[in-house]
């Protein structure tokens, strides 16, 4: 589960709980223990590129990048 925080910067969520707290040494959340799939990973960083995309073409045009 992607959401995004005030920042406008994507956070992944556990797809069964919604928590935001994983173990990155086993993949798996901490809240609940469910693991975190490949396709969840792939969707973070998606979402991680396409917001330095949003980022590096707001500095490009003069703008704020961290609106």
Do not use: H, K
Not at 29 to 52: G, K, N
């Amino acid at each position: 589960m992607i959401f995004y925080n005030p920042s406008g910067a994507p956070e992944l969520a556990c797809d069964e709980c919604g928590c935001r707290w994983f173990d990155r040494m086993t993949n798996t959340c901490y809240e609940c223990s469910a693991v975190v799939t490949p396709e969840a990973l792939a969707e973070y960083r998606r979402a991680l590129d396409a917001f330095q995309a949003q980022r590096s073409a707001a500095a490009a045009a003069g703008g704020d990048p961290a609106r």
